[in-house]
């Protein structure tokens, strides 16, 4: 068994109210419950869970890139979590300011790209 420490902390009587309601409705110990509690917490700060407002998003990439990459953000102290969210979001509003699109009716499968038909008509090419 896991070596374990008590930990105490005092609490408004607002909120240890609420924490002693929620325990009984749960059916846990208080241990049990501020254990769940903490370790949830610290999951999701990890980013080991994923909320309604946040998604996954997933690529394999050369391992050359990778590694360029790594050594950029590090140089400067960037997350690639942000990094990425600033790229992207920095790319789409590009592209939507460029020229808004009715439909995207074919996918064209080259270094993942897209094809759209633009309002005018014309087909434009957008890599990914």
């Given at each position: 068994m896991e070596t374990r420490?008590?930990?105490?902390?005092?609490?408004?009587?607002?909120?240890?109210?609420?924490?002693?309601q929620e325990?009984?409705?749960a059916g846990m110990t208080l241990g049990e419950y501020v254990e769940a509690m903490i370790t949830e917490y610290y999951d999701w700060k990890d980013g080991k869970i994923m909320t309604g407002e946040m998604r996954t998003l997933a690529a394999q990439i050369p391992a050359e890139l990778f590694d360029?990459?790594?050594r950029y953000l590090k140089e400067r102290g960037i997350k690639k979590k942000d990094f990425?969210?600033?790229?992207?979001?920095?790319?789409l509003e590009e592209a939507e300011a460029a020229?808004?699109?009715?439909?995207?009716p074919q996918l064209l499968?080259?270094?993942?790209?897209i094809c759209c038909t633009s309002?005018?008509?014309?087909?434009?090419f957008s890599a990914l």
């Amino acid at each position: 068994m896991e070596t374990r420490k008590n930990l105490c902390a005092m609490l408004p009587v607002a909120l240890h109210t609420r924490v002693r309601q929620e325990q009984e409705k749960a059916g846990m110990t208080l241990g049990e419950y501020v254990e769940a509690m903490i370790t949830e917490y610290y999951d999701w700060k990890d980013g080991k869970i994923m909320t309604g407002e946040m998604r996954t998003l997933a690529a394999q990439i050369p391992a050359e890139l990778f590694d360029r990459l790594d050594r950029y953000l590090k140089e400067r102290g960037i997350k690639k979590k942000d990094f990425l969210v600033d790229i992207i979001t920095r790319a789409l509003e590009e592209a939507e300011a460029a020229e808004p699109f009715s439909s995207c009716p074919q996918l064209l499968i080259f270094t993942v790209a897209i094809c759209c038909t633009s309002l005018s008509g014309k087909c434009v090419f957008s890599a990914l």
